[in-house]
T-cell receptor, first 111, second 110 residues
Framework: SQTIHQWPATLVQPVGSPLSLECTVE??????LYWYRQAAGRGLQLLFY??????ISSEVPQNLSASRPQDRQFILSSKKLLLSDSGFYLC??????????FGPGTRLLVL | GQSLEQPSEVTAVEGAIVQINCTYQ??????LSWYQQHDGGAPTFLSY????GLEETGRFSSFLSRSDSYGYLLLQELQMKDSASYFCAAFSGGYNKLIFGAGTRLAVHP
């Protein structure tokens, strides 16, 4: 079975600081990987998706970037955080079954 | 634009049946999924409908009408543990990308 790891679980960062969130996947190969952000009490917004190593597609213009240096590793980054970057960041993997499986998420608070 | 509409809140009692509706407007639609999310947790997959009709999985069923751009999630024999937020999500475009609705918060009371 597949397992998705995300860390850290919680992060408090000052405005203007850099960010790096990591997601790793076990139990599957060549997955489609996704980064979502969820504001409090809202739905999930797709930020990036990747269908393979080095292949990143951005869904919305923003202050963030993503990279996939290995098949099962997906990284979300920012050079300078904004207050509006606060939220619950979720990594997910999906394949032909149409189900997407989510990691435990990272709660980011930018102060 | 692409959007999914669902009620913001639903309240029901234990043992009852509740239906959560979802209407969608998306390009390149090819299926509707439902996810459950408990407070503080990550979403978990419940069901997927690619074709019109009803899909049943235990106490939960999901329905899709492509001609009406409409679907619903039916929860039967409600239990307290079913209190959570429920999201409909549409597959739109390639690479299994999902567009999520804003979620329906279900509160189950004794």
């Amino acid at each position: 079975s597949q397992t998705i790891h995300q860390w850290p679980a919680t992060l408090v960062q000052p405005v203007g600081s850099p960010l790096s969130l990591e997601c790793t996947v076990e139990g599957t190969s060549n997955p489609n990987l996704y980064w979502y952000r969820q504001a409090a009490g809202r739905g999930l917004q797709l930020l990036f998706y990747s269908v393979g190593i080095g292949q990143i597609s951005s869904e919305v213009p923003q202050n963030l970037s993503a990279s996939r240096p290995q098949d099962r590793q997906f990284i979300l980054s920012s050079k300078k955080l904004l207050l509006s970057d606060s939220g619950f960041y979720l990594c997910a993997q999906g394949q032909a079954s149409k189900a997407q499986y989510f990691g435990p998420g990272t709660r980011l608070l930018v102060l | 634009g692409q959007s999914l509409e669902q009620p913001s809140e639903v309240t029901a009692v234990e043992g009852a049946i509740v239906q959560i509706n979802c209407t969608y407007q998306t390009s390149g639609f090819y299926g509707l999924s439902w996810y459950q999310q408990h407070d503080g947790g990550a979403p978990t997959f419940l069901s997927y409908n690619a074709l019109d009709g009803l899909e049943e999985t235990g106490r939960f069923s999901s329905f899709l009408s492509r001609s009406d751009s409409y679907g619903y999630l039916l929860l039967q024999e409600l239990q307290m543990k079913d209190s959570a937020s429920y999201f409909c999500a549409a597959f739109s475009g390639g690479y299994n990308k999902l567009i999520f609705g804003a979620g329906t918060r279900l509160a189950v009371h004794p």
